[in-house]
Every structure is written in structure tokens, then in C-alpha cells.
């Protein structure tokens, strides 16, 4: 099981499913919602994201040991990895049961297990069926525990999935402000969260939507927006295929990392170089989390990356701090993947400075929001590209294909910070 830390929140980034409906376009289905902020430090962001870069690793590991050993990967002591910092939540107003109940449920790319109960109770109706088995997961921040249930799920207004795995919660710990989580990750991640069928994987909600007809393919895509403003609509999740209002260009497709541990999550193979030419990250595995709220990277690379811009640690909120000056002169990272290179512009690496209240920082100072990973490159997992990462791309998670997608957008070379 992933150690459970300390998981005191003092950063919460809320996205709920606002009033326009669901949204169907060419056999796909798209469900808006928004971005609420309400933060009160940020040093234990960076150790928060840092724990959950630490329970991806060690959950890796223990499967790719299993299968070295010629074992199933059932009979490692792991479990799911999930909302391992709670600096980040996207909840969705998901309808559970027939007539319906809503939860506010978070969205979560990072796990896969479907669960109700740490706020609103489960409403048992008609649909409802309780199975034989407990379900239980820890996501090294916080954890539930309780009773398997299937059910008739409803998304938006009217997207229904009949007969869902759910996990209805007779105790959590460390997750509040939402009623559970709904699992977006790989399947795979299911696996040793039933008791005492420890070896089924349990369908995700895509999962379903694909085999039911509802959507052509196993794939979610998600689009973000970059904010300086604490509330905002500005996030749209999609099932079954992409939609092209929400990027620019082509999406490049990179198939999943074969280096463990990042190949058990949504990993991929990276470099990073910094302006023209200087070297922060070769070539290596890692994963893209929308978890996780920073772009963490190995210690070696994040050394290297200081050097450059000349950024030194701010010691009350543990982000990286510039200068004036130094913000004029900061040249942009370039991430490559699949054959194409992402350019995150030096506007895009800042801390929105209007939200620096809201981290315990000071209103005149520039923070970076790239921060250590923690170990140094070679341990198979080298990189998380977390959500201000994501701010700036479209990001597609296409479980039919094993791969993962990436686009430009037309926020990406946005100045607003």
C-alpha cells in the first residue's frame, strides 16, 4: 500500500460542471466545467506534489518487480495512485442511480477507481446493486474504504452508463470538498482494490461509455486555460474523440514509455533544453499528470535549470524566485516528445503574479513553477509534467491506443501572467 501522508490542504484548485449541458459533437461528448482557486501557502504544494512524484515511483516499481519475478502483478502490495495532493481537484456533477443523485465528483486522470460517499451519502435506488466485494484505495495523501456497488451513471444532462463499478465509501481520509472520485486513469490501476476478487480490473467510466456504443473510442481529452483569476469557466473534458476548437495545429500522438515505472501511468519519453540549445533533461521517462500542479523535474536537471535563469529558492513558499531583470532575460523550455518539441514560453514557466496572495507570497516577486522531482535522472521516472504544463496544451489520454497526445493551443503563448 502507498504511505499516506500528511494531507493538510492548503491549495485547492476546484473545477465543477457549470450550467451548459453536455455536449454532443460527431460521436463524442464534451462536459464544460470551471476553475475555482482558493489557496492559502504553497510550500506545502511543493512537498505535496514531491510525495506524490515519490508514491508514482515506489507504486511503479512494486508492479514492475512483480512482473520481473514472473508473478502477477495481483500479488504486489499495491494499490491505485490517486489525488496524492490535493493542491489540484477538477469535481464534476455526476448523477448516480435512477431517478438520479448528483456528487461532485474529481476528476482525476491519475486513478481509476469510481467512488461516492466522503461527503454526500449514497442514495440507494432501483439501479442499485451491492456486490460481494469491499473496495478500498490509498492515494498516499488521503484513502477510502467501503462497499462495491454497480449503478446507472449519468454525466452532463443526459450521458448514461448502465451497470458502473462504484465504490460507495464507509470512511476517507484526507479528501474533502467532494463527494469521491471519478477515475479516469488506465484500468490496470483498478487492480488489487477488491477484496476478495483481487484480480479483476474494474472498467473505468470511458471504459464502459466505449464498450456500451456510447463513444467510439477508449479516449478522454482534456483542455485547460491558463487564469489569473481565482474563479473562472475554463476546462472541458471529452470523451470518445477530441475537439478541435480547443487546439491549434495537429496533436502529436507518442506512444507509452517502455521504461518502468513510468510506464504504468501515462508515461512518455521527453527532453527538455533551455533557450538555444543548453541541456536540462535528455532524453528520458516520465509521465503527464494532471495531479500533479507543477513541472517537476530530476535534481540533476533542476540544477541545471537554476544555473540558467539564475533563480534561487524563495524559503517561505519553496517556489523558485527571479528577479525583474532576470524574468527579461528568461528564454523559453522546449519539450520534445514524439518528433515534436512544445514550447513552454518564459511567460508560461511564471506563477500567475496576481494569484501570488494566494500562495503566501509577495504580490511584487516572480515565482517559477518548475520544482525539484526529488532524486535524481535515471530512475525511470524523471519528469512529471503537471498542471501548469497542461495549462498551456491539450492533453489526450487514449487508452485504446496506449498513448498519449499532445497540441498547442491557443493559450499557449499567452502574456496574461
Known amino acids: 500500500m502507498l504511505p499516506t501522508a500528511s494531507f493538510t490542504a ?5 473545477v465543477s460542471v457549470v450550467a451548459k449541458p453536455i455536449v ?107 456486490t460481494s466485494n469491499s473496495v478500498a484505495v490509498e492515494y498516499g495523501s488521503g484513502s477510502f474504504s467501503g462497499t462495491e456497488y454497480t449503478d446507472t451513471v449519468t454525466l452532463g444532462s443526459g450521458l448514461t452508463i448502465t451497470n458502473q463499478s462504484i465504490g460507495v465509501a464507509n470512511s476517507s481520509a484526507g479528501l474533502t470538498g467532494f463527494d469521491g472520485i471519478l477515475g479516469l486513469g488506465p484500468t490496470y490501476l483498478t487492480r488489487k ?12 467510466v470511458t471504459d464502459n461509455l466505449s464498450s456500451q456504443g456510447t463513444i467510439p473510442t477508449d479516449l ?17 473534458l471529452t470523451f470518445g474523440g477530441t475537439d478541435s476548437s480547443k487546439y491549434t495545429g495537429s496533436i502529436t500522438y507518442t506512444g507509452i514509455t517502455g521504461t518502468s515505472p513510468a510506464n504504468e501511468f501515462w508515461g512518455i519519453d521527453q527532453s527538455i533544453s533551455y ?14 499528470d494532471s495531479g500533479t500542479v507543477l513541472i517537476l523535474i530530476a535534481t540533476d536537471a533542476f540544477t541545471r535549470y537554476k544555473n540558467a535563469t539564475g ?9 523558485l524566485r527571479i528577479t525583474s531583470a532576470q524574468f527579461s532575460n528568461l528564454k523559453s523550455l522546449f519539450f520534445t516528445t514524439g518528433g515534436t518539441t512544445f514550447e513552454l514560453t518564459a511567460n508560461a514557466q511564471l506563477w500567475p503574479r496576481s494569484l501570488n496572495s494566494y500562495i ?15 532524486w535524481n535522472t535515471g530512475n525511470g521516472l524523471d519528469f512529471m509534467n503537471g498542471y501548469t504544463f497542461l495549462e498551456r496544451f491539450y492533453s489526450v489520454f487514449d487508452t485504446t491506443n496506449k498513448r498519449v497526445g499532445l497540441a498547442t493551443t491557443s493559450f499557449t503563448n499567452a502574456t496574461s501572467n
Open 220 to 236: 478522454v481529452a482534456v483542455s485547460y486555460e491558463p487564469t489569473t483569476s481565482s474563479s473562472v469557466t475554463n476546462g472541458e
Open 10 to 14: 492548503l491549495l485547492v484548485l476546484a
Open 360 to 374: 503566501g507570497g509577495s504580490a511584487s516577486n516572480i515565482y517559477l513553477v518548475i520544482n525539484d522531482l526529488g
Open 311 to 319: 533563480a534561487v529558492t524563495d524559503g517561505t513558499i519553496g517556489l
Open 193 to 204: 482494490t477488491l477484496s476478495p476478487d483481487t484480480t479483476s480490473e474494474i472498467p473505468t
Open 275 to 288: 533557450g538555444t540549445g543548453t541541456n536540462i533533461l535528455s532524453s528520458t521517462a516520465g509521465i503527464v
Open 24 to 130: 454532443v459533437r460527431d460521436s463524442f461528448v464534451t462536459l464544460p466545467f470551471a476553475k475555482k482557486l482558493n489557496v492559502t501557502g504553497a510550500l506545502d504544494l511543493v512537498h505535496k506534489d514531491q510525495a506524490r512524484a515519490q508514491a508514482v515511483r515506489t507504486h511503479g516499481s512494486a508492479k514492475a518487480n512483480a512482473r520481473a519475478q514472473g508473478r502477477s502483478a495481483n500479488s504486489a502490495a499495491v494499490t491505485s495512485i490517486g489525488v496524492t495532493n490535493v493542491a489540484q481537484v477538477y469535481v464534476a456533477s455526476v448523477g448516480v442511480g435512477s431517478p438520479a443523485t448528483s456528487y461532485s465528483l474529481l476528476i482525476d486522470t491519475g486513478s481509476s477507481n469510481t467512488w461516492l460517499g466522503a461527503g454526500k451519502a449514497y442514495v440507494e435506488t432501483s439501479t442499485s446493486t451491492k
